[in-house]
């Protein structure tokens, strides 16, 4: 049970670390909570600051759902906690050590609890657990964005994808290395990031959604450290 604690918490922290906010405040000097949507993930660095600090944070939002499912679920103090036989230990480990750094990125302790909304921390989560998947899915997000500029519906096409291509995968083709939790994990994170994108989903009905203009520096960002 030690064991589990540990990963739990220290998973917590490291997805706690803002990304984003530090981001924009060491090489803009700027708080990307206080422009565009006031999320402090990566999709608002986008708009706010173009692609290259959008591309920056999105890769530290990733890595820290990779290495909370990839390198610190691997750590054994004690047994793991029995009960749990229908399931494959190591990887519902994974998914809860996956969990709570997602729950760190959305609540960080070190960015007074204000943070994103959990999608690059969930997909680092899902490439340490299925990474052939996730490059399908990766696939579909590049292929929504470049053709709608519209980064959250780039987000959710992709993740409403992920479970869809593990059914598939599982089901279809018979790939029964992928756990059912990580389906369930799946369509649980799909319906959670369509949620949470709600404001995105009434602005994109009315036309109002912000796109990516040329994936460069927003207009009035270059070279002044504000709007």
């Given at each position: 049970m030690l064991s589990l604690v540990v990963i739990l918490v220290l998973s917590y922290l490291a997805g706690s670390i803002p990304g984003s906010v530090w981001v924009g405040k060491w090489l803009y000097g700027i708080d990307v909570r206080n422009h565009g949507s006031g999320n402090a993930g990566a999709t608002n660095v986008f708009r706010v600051l173009g692609w290259r600090a959008g591309l920056l944070s999105a890769i530290v939002d990733l890595g820290k759902g990779l290495f909370a499912a990839g390198i610190i679920a691997t750590i054994r103090l004690d047994d793991l906690p029995s009960g749990l036989e229908f399931w494959h230990i190591e990887t519902f480990v994974r998914l809860?050590?996956?969990?709570?750094?997602?729950?760190?990125?959305?609540?960080?302790?070190?960015?007074?609890?204000?943070?994103?909304?959990?999608?690059?921390?969930?997909?680092?989560?899902?490439?340490?657990?299925?990474?052939?998947?996730?490059?399908?899915?990766?696939?579909?997000?590049?292929?929504?964005?470049?053709?709608?500029?519209?980064?959250?519906?780039?987000?959710?096409?992709?993740?409403?994808?992920?479970?869809?291509?593990?059914?598939?995968?599982?089901?279809?083709?018979?790939?029964?290395?992928?756990?059912?939790?990580?389906?369930?994990?799946?369509?649980?994170?799909?319906?959670?990031i369509v949620i949470a994108h709600r404001a995105n989903i009434k602005r994109l009905l009315n036309g109002t959604e912000n796109r990516v203009r040329k994936f460069r520096l927003a207009r009035g960002m270059r070279g002044r450290g504000e709007l």
């Open positions: 809860l050590a996956g969990i709570a750094a997602i729950v760190g990125h959305m609540f960080p302790v070190w960015a007074r609890f204000k943070g994103g909304k959990g999608v690059n921390t969930t997909a680092g989560v899902l490439f340490a657990l299925t990474p052939i998947t996730m490059w399908i899915v990766l696939g579909v997000f590049v292929l929504v964005l470049f053709s709608s500029r519209y980064v959250s519906l780039a987000s959710m096409s992709a993740a409403v994808s992920f479970p869809t291509a593990v059914a598939i995968r599982k089901y279809v083709f018979g790939y029964d290395a992928l756990d059912t939790s990580i389906l369930i994990f799946g369509i649980i994170f799909a319906l959670g």
